[in-house]
T-cell receptor, first 114, second 112 residues
Framework: NAGVTQTPKFRILKIGQSMTLQCTQD?????MYWYRQDPGMGLKLIYY???????DKGEVPNGYNVSRSTTEDFPLRLELAAPSQTSVYFC?????????????FGSGTRLTVV | KQEVTQIPAALSVPEGENLVLNCSFT??????LQWFRQDPGKGLTSLLL?????REQTSGRLNASLDKSSGRSTLYIAASQPGDSATYLC???????????FGKGITLSVRP
């Protein structure tokens, strides 16, 4: 019962570098989400997907890209990393009816950009 | 735009006290409301989910209520223990694509 798996758990990037945060789920959930959490703040939605091949922007999409080629995987790409992207990133998944089942979260990726 | 507010940001209580954590939201057209627990440096653990048609949910020493019309929810923790120390996040589900909007959380410290 793996649920939602995120890798890596920690990463330090230099300004201008790029990286991909991996997220995979084994629950056959259609909906997947990427959130970021800054200290003392709630989680803010970056991107989300309602199925393979379908993605859309959330509240704070600038500086990020996503793709959803399979139901299981929803990677988040950071291009030209900036200090403002230092944060903890959470991936989540859910299945309709979401009103009944809620979200399942991964354990997070802690990213520092220096 | 949905906004979720949790006040106060931090709370410190002695062990054994019954306590209430509050959450308010601006748009009452929600599908559900979830309470999460987050330990320092860790991910989110779902505690309780209340669907829009429900008034409350209970799990052990936790009870969450929902008053959709007034845009409020409370999380009641009975007989608090030091192990309850964590940040408690409230989130509401709204919108056509089922997006969760989070409050900033309440950091609870239970003193032995």
């Amino acid at each position: 019962n793996a649920g939602v798996t995120q890798t890596p758990k920690f990463r330090i990037l230099k300004i201008g570098q790029s990286m991909t945060l991996q997220c995979t789920q084994d629950m056959n959930h259609n909906y997947m989400y990427w959130y970021r959490q800054d200290p003392g703040m709630g989680l803010k939605l970056i991107y989300y997907s309602v199925g393979a091949g379908i993605t859309d922007k959330g509240e704070v999409p600038n500086g990020y890209n996503v793709s959803r080629s399979t139901t299981e995987d929803f990677p988040l790409r950071l291009e030209l990393a900036a200090p403002s992207q230092t944060s903890v990133y959470f991936c989540a998944s859910s299945t309709p009816p979401v009103s009944s089942y809620g979200y399942t979260f991964g354990s997070g990726t802690r990213l520092t950009v220096v | 735009k949905q906004e979720v507010t949790q006040i106060p940001a931090a709370l410190s209580v002695p062990e054994g006290e019954n306590l209430v954590l509050n959450c308010s939201f601006t748009d009452s057209a929600i599908y559900n409301l979830q309470w999460f627990r987050q330990d320092p440096g860790k991910g989110l653990t779902s505690l309780l989910l209340i669907q829009s048609s429900q008034r409350e949910q209970t799990s052990g020493r936790l009870n969450a209520s929902l008053d959709k019309s007034s845009g409020r929810s409370t999380l009641y923790i009975a007989a608090s223990q030091p192990g309850d120390s964590a940040t408690y996040l409230c989130a509401v589900l709204t919108g056509a694509n089922s997006k969760l909007t989070f409050g900033k959380g309440i950091t609870l410290s239970v003193r032995p």
